[in-house]
């Protein structure tokens, strides 16, 4: 089992619309969380970082769930330039080099 | 945008033939990383550093070579380079307090 899963989609979504997807993680003892989104042909940038009481930056809400052992990204409002693909990112507690885990990511495509 | 320079930004090469990447900050980031990423692997580090001349292998480290003379230089070495090193390879850096990464804009490797 891979330590960091997304569904890699993609997901189609309508302007306009509202679109979650979630990541699940394997290592219980994971303290950090982030979102980065990825442009085709382009480097990863971060786009937001998960807290345990769930975080909300303009159009976009991310929520950690511990119990279950996922972190949800949800977009609301798409616009087309939210097209790309968003890769989950977990750390463990105590990563030796602060190394990051990364989610094989979702691709979202927002249609006129 | 974080000061980061990757250079050459796309190669082709001949299998066998050695390789070498570089990677540049401006940032003075105590921390640097070498990834690659692939179709249906998504990102996978390689080799990372914590410091001048103090590297660590990531987990495809087979095939690969780092060093670090300077705070601002990380270079990435395949000695002889294969096929299956064909790949997109991303540069990254962070620090010591904060688990975040800024990502160079890539270099485009073929080895045919």
């Known amino acids: 089992r891979k330590e960091v899963e997304q569904d890699p989609g993609p997901f189609n979504v309508p302007e306009g619309a509202t679109v979650a997807f979630n990541c699940t993680y394997s290592n219980s003892a994971s303290q950090s969380f982030f979102w980065y989104r990825q442009d085709c042909r382009k480097e990863p940038k971060l786009l937001m970082s998960v807290y345990s009481s769930g975080n909300e930056d303009g159009r976009f809400t991310a929520q950690l769930n511990r119990a279950s052992q996922y972190i949800s990204l949800l977009i609301r409002d798409s616009k087309l330039s939210d097209s790309a693909t968003y890769l989950c990112?977990?750390?463990?507690?105590?990563?030796?080099?602060?190394?990051?885990?990364f989610g094989g990511g979702t691709r979202v495509l927002v249609k006129p | 945008d974080a000061g980061i320079t990757q250079s050459p930004r796309h190669k082709v090469t001949e299998t066998g033939t050695p390789v070498t990447l570089r990677c540049h900050q401006t940032?003075?980031?105590?921390?640097m990383y070498w990834y690659r990423q692939d179709p249906g692997h998504g990102l996978r580090l390689i080799h990372y550093s914590y410091g001048v001349k103090d590297t660590d292998k990531g987990e495809v480290s087979d095939g690969y070579s780092v060093s670090r003379s300077k705070t601002e230089d990380f270079l990435l070495t395949l000695e002889s380079a294969t096929s299956s090193q064909t790949s997109v390879y991303f540069c990254?850096?962070?620090?010591?307090?904060?688990?975040?990464?800024?990502f160079g804009a890539g270099t485009r490797l073929s080895v045919l």
């Open positions: 940032e003075n980031h105590r921390y």
């Open positions: 990254a850096i962070g620090t010591a307090d904060k688990n975040i990464q800024y």
């Open positions: 990112v977990v750390i463990p507690i105590k990563a030796a080099g602060n190394k990051l885990t």
